[in-house]
Every structure is written in C-alpha cells, then in structure tokens.
C-alpha cells in the first residue's frame, strides 16, 4: 500500500478535475453544517483529522457524482476516494463556494468565522451528536436567546442572520475567495493604523492555513480486486459505525454487479416523480426480502449477481405494486403519511407472494392489518427489523400469523440430547402450528415447563400430548413415536384408509 502527503488544496483540486472521483459502492453526502463547522474548527485549531484512503484501479471502474460540482473528467484511471468524502466534499464546497447535491436539492455549506474570536477559544461541547435522519438536513444551529453571546465565545457557528449581520463575522467561504482588503472593510477595518488590522490580518491568515493542511492519503494498489476493495471499504467504514447497514449492503450489491446503482437511483427517482420519495435503503430492503423472504442486509454477502438482477426486476413491480396500491386503496399519496416507509416493503412482499392477484378476502385482511399498523407505528419503536421479518414470515406462511416451529425446540434439546441428528429434532412429528409470540416464550424451555401455560384444548386440536411424563429430553424419542402413531391414525381417518 503506498503513501503520500497531500495538501488540501491539491485534493480539493483533484475534485474539481475529475482526477479523484467516487466509486459506485460509496454512499451520498450526509454531513450536517454542525459538522462541517467541527472540522473547519479542528483544523483551524491545528488538530489532527484523520486519514484518507484511496485506490488507483488498474482500469477504470463505474464511479458516481460528487455532492458538489466538478468541471471536468481527467483522462485516464482516477484515484477512488474510499474513506474521507464526507470531509473532502465539505471542504471543497467551503472552499470553492460551491452548494451540495443532497437528495433533489442543493444547498449552501455556509460556516461563519469570527474575525474578534477570544485568543483563548472555548470547547465544542454542544456538537449534535445525533444521526442524520433520512433526509439528510441540518441548516442550522439551535437558535436561543443568547445567540450571539454564544456565538462570539466561539470561532465558527453555522450561519444565521442574526450573526452575520455582525462586523467581526465573515463567511468562510470569503475568506478563500476575496481578498483581504475587501474582507477588512466590510468588517469595519479602516485602514492600516487601524488597532484591528493586525488582529484580523493574522486571523486571516491562519484561517488560509486551512489549505495547507496535509492529509495522509493511503494508496491501495492497482493489483487489489474490486471485490477485494469493497470488502476493505466495508471493514474500514464499519469500525467507526460510519455507515448505516444500507450503505454497507449497497457497497457489496455494486461490488458483484457493477453498474446496479445508475438502475437503483433511476427507480428512485422515477418513484419520487410519483410523490413518494423514498430513501435508496427501502428499495434495497424490500429486494433483499424479495430475493430471501427476510429483510436483513446480513444475507447480501451470499447473493450472486444473478439473484441481484432478476431480484430487482420483480421488486421494481413489488415495490410499484406497493405505492399504487396504498395510494387506491388507503388514500397515502405521499411517505408522510406512513409511519414507516417499512409499511411498503411488507404490502411490496405482499403482492409478490400472490403473483400481484389479491382475492377480497385479502384485501380485507391487507386494510384491517395496515391501518392499524400504521396508526400504532409498528415500525417505529424499535426492533423494527425484527418486526418486519416477523411480518414477512406471516405473509409467506399464508397470513393470520401462524408459522411451522419445533414442539420440542432444537435449544433445548441441543442441551440435554446432543447424540440426535438435525433430521430428527425436525421431523415432521416434532413440528406444529406455533405463532411467532407463542415461539418466542417457548424458546429454549422443556415442554414440562411450557405446556400447562396454555389450554388444554389448543394442544389436542394439533394433536399434543406429553401425558407420561414423556415432556423432558430424555424421552423425545418416546414423544416422537407416539405422535407419529396418534397422526398416522388421524390421517388414515381422514382419508378413510383402513390400515392392514
């Protein structure tokens, strides 16, 4: 792995030409303005910021746009940028002035920079800590009534009216693209025998300094696969919990089928023409449950580029399905009004598992369950995840909840019985009808300490009988043979079959 020194003016101009780019696996700028003033404050500070790492590919693979703009496409391979984008895109809109892309809109990166800071500077200790929300918008600082003491405590804060209409207050951005004389009038500078000319000249110039800050940037070699690469991007972003898990799924998903994010972002945007503008997460959830019936991104690793495109076809009509069907049918024509965006995963999943053919009798189903999902937030008090696939599951078993699950629980008998197989702790004699609420308080409990929970006559209409004492693991074998005979003799009664 190579090493090399670069100025952030180099990297910002790098930017511009198109000599550094982002590969297809990264994800979109999400950076707040609070963070971005944490930085312009740490550097300004002389603070270390970290390290930057880069691949030089050995051709040229699929790449994606930067939040902010560059002029022009270098010839050649370019440098990927893999970790550090949030930092280097903010400091090229800071520089060069420069809005972000974020989502459908554009926005200024607008950080002010007190020209009469104290020498002594306070610490951040008010930084918002909390994580970006789907939207990816923070324009500016809590507003309070002693704004502008706070503010000049300190050497940048996010923009507001209320402080830049102060002298001693300049937008960053001007600093790097005006000069000085301009910048000191404004600020009430008049002249060169002014007491402040210094002061503010030579806080000019630290703050330039900026520029010549030198970031480390770690060179992966051209000799390393893209698969190699995504893996890497994936361990590094995931150390520092830098990235949601759907960025993480979208890193590998490019990784094995290069090109896919110019087909996702097209979908999504020809969605959100369609009122229902939805994070790339909830498209990319509701292909993982298309292709696996679950919806963690865990599974992703394991898929193949051809479980990807054939998957994404069928949940481009899911996920159509979905929005057209909430939008006749329960009168949501905008993700405002859903609780969760989950919701239409669960209708997307829905209608595929019918082939999209929906009887009266499940949509009278489909209405009841939605509309009090939606009014109660099912995915919205966390463990939403597990809530989902718990839902997906129902739908797959037909509805109504109801799922296939051991009478006697594989965690159980794993403690006490180790010499059986898998096939036998799964026969078809150990398995009911059990709804996931009933299989969780089961769990890993010995039918001895579970079955007098529960009324006699839902354990005989499936036939459930642990009389004898044959309830605990050292009698399954017991258990198993007899109800095996008790349903081979319901089975033949119900066939009518008279055995020999």
Same mark, same amino acid.
């Given at each position: 792995?190579?090493?090399s ?12 030409r198109?000599? =550094? ?11 707040t ?22 691949w ?16 022009s ?15 280097l ?15 459908s ?6 950080? =002010? ?5 104290p ?11 909390s994580?970006?929300d ?10 309070e009534?002693? $704004?502008?003491?706070r ?8 923009s ?13 951005t ?28 030579a806080?000019?110039k ?21 698969e ?14 830098? $990235? ?5 799924? =979208? ?5 094995? %089928?290069?090109g ?33 019936g ?6 992703v ?6 479980? =990807?495109?054939?998957? %994404?076809?069928?949940?481009k ?12 049918? +329960? ?6 009004? $859903?609780?969760?965006?989950f ?6 999943? %829905?209608?595929?598992q ?15 369950w939605?509309l009090?999902?939606?009014?109660k ?9 597990s809530?989902?696939d ?22 159980y ?10 096939r ?15 299989n ?12 007098g ?5 839902? $354990? ?5 009988? +642990? ?8 009698e ?6 007899r109800r ?17």
């Amino acid at each position: 792995m190579g090493k090399s020194e670069y100025k952030v003016s180099e990297l910002v101009a790098k930017i511009e030409r198109g000599e =550094l780019q982002l590969p297809e696996m990264q994800r979109k700028y999400v950076w707040t303005s609070t963070k971005v003033r944490d930085l312009l404050d740490s550097l300004y500070r002389g603070y270390p910021s970290g390290v930057i790492l880069t691949w030089q590919p050995a051709t040229r693979v699929e790449t994606q746009d930067f939040a902010v703009a560059t002029r022009s496409e270098a010839s050649g391979t370019p440098l990927l940028l893999l970790d550090g984008q949030q930092r280097l895109t903010s400091l090229s809109a800071v520089l060069r002035g420069e809005p972000v892309q974020v989502r459908s809109r554009k926005r200024p990166v607008e950080i =002010l920079f007190n020209l009469d800071h104290p020498d002594e500077l306070t610490f951040i200790t008010e930084v918002d800590e909390s994580s970006v929300d789907d939207n990816g918008f923070e324009d500016t600082d809590d507003v309070e009534d002693d $704004l502008i003491a706070r503010a000049n405590r300190r050497a940048f804060v996010v923009s507001s009216n209320q402080v830049l209409a102060l002298q001693n207050w300049v937008r960053v951005t001007d600093v790097f693209t005006k000069n000085d004389g301009e910048i000191l009038q404004n600020a009430g500078v008049s002249g060169f025998n002014d007491p402040m000319y210094e002061r503010y000249s030579a806080r000019l110039k630290q703050l330039r300094a900026i520029a010549e800050y030198e970031y480390r940037v770690d060179i992966l070699e051209p000799t390393k696969s893209y698969e190699e690469v995504t893996e890497i991007f994936v361990r590094v972003n995931s150390l520092g919990a830098k $990235l949601r898990s759907s960025d993480l799924a =979208l890193a590998q998903i490019t990784a094995k %089928w290069n090109g896919s994010l110019a087909l996702f972002t097209a979908y999504q945007t020809a969605v959100a023409k369609e009122g229902f503008d939805l994070d790339l997460g909830i498209h990319l959830r509701a292909l993982v449950a298309v292709i696996t019936g679950q919806s963690r991104f865990l599974t992703v690793s394991s898929l193949t580029k051809q479980n =990807l495109e054939g998957g %994404w076809g069928r949940t481009k009509r899911a996920m159509h399905f979905a929005i057209n069907y909430v939008k006749s049918n +329960f009168q949501i024509d905008s993700p405002t009004l $859903l609780s969760s965006p989950f919701l239409l995963v669960a209708v997307a999943y %829905w209608g595929h598992q019918r082939d999209f053919r929906v009887s009266e009798e499940d949509a009278a189903t489909m209405r009841k369950w939605f509309l009090v999902a939606n009014a109660k937030g099912r995915y919205s008090h966390g463990s939403s995840e597990s809530l989902l696939d718990q839902d997906l599951a129902a739908i797959r078993a037909g509805g109504g909840g109801q799922l296939i699950q051991r009478l006697v629980q594989q965690a159980y008998l794993k403690q006490f019985r180790s010499d059986l197989d898998a096939r036998k702790v799964d026969d078809i004699v150990n398995l009911a009808f059990i709804g996931s609420k009933t299989n969780k308080e089961i769990r890993d409990r010995a039918p001895r300490d579970y079955v007098g929970e529960y009324p006699p006559e839902r $354990l005989a209409a499936q036939l459930i009988c +642990f009389d004898d004492n044959i309830d605990v693991a050292d009698e399954f074998d017991l258990f198993v043979e007899r109800r095996r005979k008790v349903l081979a003799r319901h089975l033949n009664m119900f066939l009518d079959v008279v055995p020999e």
